[in-house]
């Protein structure tokens, strides 16, 4: 169906900035919500945010409101998460996700249709 390939993790100080991708392909990738979600060392994996197939319509998990923003470049497939104001407790495996469900749908893991391979941002006090 579809294939995610995320990219942009690193190593970054707190309070600085990263911006994730992950680019979608499959004949189907225009059709799907998109969004991230992450596990920290020790932890369940959670959402983060989502993003309807046309880019009009975010959500976000509280924690990261004001701090993250997703976007979508739809005519590459392609969605963005800019990270600013990154805290050591954002360090985690990013992953991006899609799902057929919409984007309010995909919040909820049990919604997934396909992950991406994850990308790790460590952010340091």
């Known amino acids: 169906q579809v294939q995610l390939a995320e990219s942009g993790g690193g190593f970054v100080q707190a309070g600085g900035s990263l911006r994730l991708s992950c680019a979608a392909s499959?004949?189907?990738?225009?059709?799907?919500?998109m969004g991230w979600f992450r596990q920290a060392p020790g932890k369940e994996r959670e959402f983060v945010a989502t993003?309807?197939?046309?880019?009009?319509?975010?959500y976000y998990a509280n924690f990261v409101k004001g701090r993250f923003t997703i976007a979508r470049e739809t005519a590459k497939n392609t969605v963005f998460l800019q990270m600013n104001s990154l805290k050591p407790e954002d360090t985690a495996v990013y992953y991006c996700?899609?799902?057929?469900?919409?984007?309010?749908?995909?919040?909820?893991?049990?919604?997934?249709?396909?992950w991406g391979q994850g990308t790790l941002v460590t952010v340091s006090s």
């Open positions: 996700a899609a799902s057929l469900s919409g984007a309010q749908a995909l919040a909820d893991q049990r919604r997934v249709n396909a």
């Open positions: 993003i309807t197939w046309s880019g009009e319509f975010k």
């Open positions: 499959g004949r189907t990738a225009s059709s799907f919500a």
